[in-house]
């Protein structure tokens, strides 16, 4: 993954010493519940911080940490990454299910930071990096319907939403298309 730079943020790959992130993401049960659904203990976190990093140096995709460049605060992750569709039925495309790898984009920040705008101004590089470095045909996931505060964000990303048509899973989804290869 490349280390990102937005007006305020750092958007750097996780290291082993970002023990933070289980204070402030992590060890929320408010945020972890959309996110993760439970939260996690601190040695739990340790050993994502081991494969995150690793997966950092190694791959096009994962997660990054999200740092605000005024005082080098942590504020939370956001990542791309890989997926298997199987809990989504597509509205435009129902008979795609259960063998497609999608990519999502997934995010999670710190209570205490929500509510300035930090996720869509990461996002919005996030989708760039995708899209003109990796050259990725979309973004494509499902969200819960009542996070509205992630509904949001992908609406300001500019996200196409429509339905989980999947019986038990019900919800949103969102799909974003790289207009550079449309055509290809
Ligand atoms: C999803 C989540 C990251 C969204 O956080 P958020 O702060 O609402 O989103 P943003 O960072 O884009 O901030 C947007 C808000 O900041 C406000 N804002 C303030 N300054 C802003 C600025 N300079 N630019 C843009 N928005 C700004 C916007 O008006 C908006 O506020 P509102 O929701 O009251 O209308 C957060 O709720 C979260 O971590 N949730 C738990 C994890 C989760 O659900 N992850 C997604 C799983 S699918």
């Known amino acids: 993954m490349k280390t990102l730079e937005t007006e305020r943020l750092l958007l750097r ?4 010493e970002d023990e933070q992130i289980h204070r402030v ?3 929320d049960p408010e945020v972890c519940h959309y996110y993760c659904g439970n939260t996690r203990s601190l040695e739990e976190v340790r050993e994502w911080l081991i494969h995150r990093s690793w997966q950092a ?4 995709l994962g997660f990054l940490a999200v740092v605000r460049k005024q005082d080098s605060a942590l504020l939370g992750l ?6 298997v569709d199987w809990y989504i039925v597509w509205e435009d495309d129902p008979k795609a299910r259960y063998n497609r790898i999608e990519v999502e984009l997934s995010y999670a920040l710190g209570r205490r930071y929500w509510g300035s705008g930090y996720i869509t101004e990461a996002g ?3 989708v760039h990096y995708a899209f003109h470095h990796l050259k990725l045909p979309r973004i ?8 509205t505060r992630s509904i949001n964000v992908m609406k300001r990303l500019g996200f ?4 989980n048509l999947h019986p038990e899973w019900p919800g949103v989804t969102g ?3 790289n207009d550079i290869t449309i055509g290809v």
């Open 13 to 16: 790959p996780f290291t082993k």
């Open 25 to 27: 993401v992590f060890s």
């Open 57 to 60: 140096k190694n791959d096009d």
């Open 78 to 83: 956001i990542a791309l990454q890989y997926y």
């Open 124 to 126: 919005k590089a996030v």
């Open 140 to 147: 494509a996931y499902g969200v819960d319907p009542a996070n």
């Open 160 to 163: 196409r939403l429509g339905k």
């Open 175 to 177: 799909v974003l298309v």
